[in-house]
């Protein structure tokens, strides 16, 4: 079955960097896009960047030119390469992978019917 493993959060200062990995297990990983998004403590899941097939990416505004995603279709994996981090991007971070070509809605929750368990990410201000 299809597994999505998150690893790379933490603690970390504002100002500061990290980087998280999705990898993925049980379907032809390079064939799909994948996606992360973001969930705070009383907050709905919100997106915040995908990567499909091809290569083409896409970001929240909120985090646009601060975090870069990739993948590394050899190794199963997607990051998302996270600078500049502000306490607001606190949250439980989930990769995402979709069972289709993903749509122009590839920032909403509903085209994507596979997800991680989450990795937390605190930025302490």
């Known amino acids: 079955q299809v597994q999505l493993v998150e690893s790379g959060g933490g603690l970390v200062q504002a100002g500061g960097s990290l980087r998280l990995s999705c990898a993925a297990s049980?379907?032809?990983?390079?064939?799909?896009?994948m996606g992360w998004f973001r969930q705070a403590p009383g907050k709905e899941r919100e997106f915040v960047s995908t990567?499909?097939?091809?290569?083409?990416?896409y970001y929240a505004d909120s985090v646009k030119g601060r975090f870069t995603i990739s993948r590394d279709n050899a190794k199963n994996t997607v990051y998302l390469h996270m600078n500049i981090l502000i306490p607001e991007d606190t949250a439980v971070y989930l990769c995402?992978?979709?069972?289709?070509?993903?749509?122009?809605?590839?920032?909403?929750?509903?085209?994507?019917?596979?997800w991680g368990q989450g990795t937390q990410v605190t930025v302490s201000s």
């Open positions: 049980g379907y032809t990983f390079s064939r799909y896009g």
């Open positions: 995402a992978a979709p069972r289709r070509v993903l749509s122009g809605r590839y920032y909403s929750t509903e085209e994507y019917d596979y």
């Open positions: 990567i499909t097939w091809t290569g083409v990416t």
